[in-house]
């Protein structure tokens, strides 16, 4: 079938939104009609050119929800009509990890899905001819999209596809890193650097999982509004001092727990530092740039302090995003306030644009 399409030609160029062809699911494969999509900064870091493993040409996104059209065969748990959201965390359910509850980094797909391949190893985009690469076993800049039952999570019809596309990356992983990585105790102080999707996530994460108090920090004033918008207590101004007024406010001890949620080495240092010793938890949630390092006294680790990474808020996706969907259609999260503007596919660089431009928290691409 032809489908329109913002295609990456070549790195550094804007997204070109075009007609392709999209071949219908194999084994295990689902075709899935999009009605929303969240435009992310690693769609941004893959367009430009700085992710060295980044390839081209290939259908950018990977924040969609949408409705199942048609199923390929041996798919086994979901039909057409079904509400999904697209996973780049696959959960088979039966590798080694996945049948294990301390990760959920699940190994089926992983190869394949670097490569920009469906799991057979070939695609399902083209266009004359010309093979298309699947981005992160997603490519949701599009009206449909060809993926692998295994990484779609199916999710209750009456939410809105443009707040349920936001549990496909950020939210979740924000909202995990508190709730599976972290499990915040009750009673508990938190800090949470960054008030981007993640960042806020965590917040409500915390605030969901009882926490006491939750102290956000970030460079900008409106961010750190909508962090209290999802519990924050105390808001502080990042930068230079920002270890010090935690330790202050927190009796010189610093936070049980504590998150990073921006990327930076030097704030995950941050993050490290602000963790009471004893046993204080650093999740480490943002993705460094390439060979850059942390760098940590050894002897805050002595002290108790302890640091975990967390990939896709440790959710093992088909499990688990249903779940928060559900608790979000409960009333238990505000997410009214992370959708800033609506967009087109055929304005998918203008997302890109306000996303550089730091405004609003998600662009959502409305098909
Ligand atoms: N682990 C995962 O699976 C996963 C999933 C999605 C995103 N991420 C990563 O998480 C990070 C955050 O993603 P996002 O979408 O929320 O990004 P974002 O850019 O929207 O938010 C980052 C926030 O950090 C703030 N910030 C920058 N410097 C700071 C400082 N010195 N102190 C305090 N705050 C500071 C910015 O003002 C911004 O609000 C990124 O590195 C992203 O790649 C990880
Ligand atoms: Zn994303
Ligand atoms: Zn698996």
């Not at 992983?173 to 960054?194: H, K, R, Y």
């Not at 999982?209 to 999802?230: F, K, W």
């Not at 230079?240 to 927190?250: K, N, Q």
Request: aromatic share 6%.
């Amino acid at each position: 079938m032809k489908m329109r399409a913002a295609v990456l030609e070549g790195f550094g160029e804007p997204l070109a939104v075009q007609d392709v062809e999209l071949a219908e699911p194999r084994a295990g494969e689902v075709l899935v009609r999009l009605h929303a999509c969240g435009v992310c900064h690693t769609d941004l870091y893959t367009a430009s050119g700085a992710d060295p493993s980044g390839y081209a040409p290939t259908v950018l996104g990977h924040e969609g929800a949408g409705v199942v059209e048609a199923v390929g065969p041996d798919v086994a748990e979901l039909a057409p009509g079904d509400h999904v959201v697209t996973l780049f965390s696959p959960q088979c359910r039966e590798c080694v990890h996945c049948l294990d509850p301390r990760t959920n980094l699940c190994l089926a797909i992983r190869e394949e899905q670097n490569k920009g391949h469906l799991p057979d190893g070939t695609t399902r985009i083209s266009r004359d001819g010309e093979e298309i690469r699947s981005f992160m076993g997603c490519s949701t800049f599009a009206e449909y999209t060809v993926m692998p039952e295994i990484a779609l999570a199916k999710v209750s019809p009456e939410a809105p596809f443009e707040h349920a596309c936001l549990f496909a990356c950020g939210l979740s992983t924000g909202l995990g890193a508190a709730i599976n990585t972290a499990t915040v105790q009750p009673g508990s102080t938190c800090a949470v650097f960054g008030a981007g999707m993640v960042g806020l996530g965590a917040v409500a994460g915390c605030r969901l999982q009882g926490a006491e108090r939750i102290i956000c920090v970030d460079l900008s004033p409106e961010r750190l509004e909508l962090a209290r918008g999802q519990g924050a207590t105390d808001l502080l101004e990042g930068g230079e001092g920002a270890v010090e007024r935690i330790l202050e406010m927190t009796d010189g001890f610093g936070a049980d727990y504590t998150f990073e949620a921006t990327g930076n080495v030097a704030v995950m240092r941050q993050a490290v530092e602000a963790a009471r010793m004893g046993w204080g938890l650093c999740t480490v949630a943002g993705v460094a740039g390439r060979g850059e390092t942390l760098d940590v006294v050894p002897r805050l680790l002595i002290t108790g302090r302890r640091i975990a990474g967390s990939s896709f808020g440790g959710v093992k996706g088909r499990d688990q995003v249903p779940v928060l969907v559900d608790r979000y259609l409960a009333g238990e999260i505000d997410l009214d306030p992370f959708v800033s503007h609506r967009i087109t596919l055929d304005e998918v660089n203008r997302g890109f644009e306000l996303m550089e431009a730091q405004d609003g928290i998600r662009s959502v691409i409305e098909f």
